[in-house]
């Protein structure tokens, strides 16, 4: 499936993926990750 999406011709578009799996997450160049905070979620560029 990464694969499928890397492939993928953007032409100016943005391509979001949802996944949990690390694996999956670390094919891609940009990741905005979400982290669990008593006191509230943070969201962070990785």
Known sequence: ?????????????????????EALAERFPARLRVRKHPWGSRVEWA
């Not at 890397?6 to 996944?19: F, I, K």
């Open 1 to 21: 499936m990464a694969g499928i999406l890397e492939s993928l011709p953007t032409r100016g578009r943005l391509v979001g993926v949802v996944t949990h799996v």
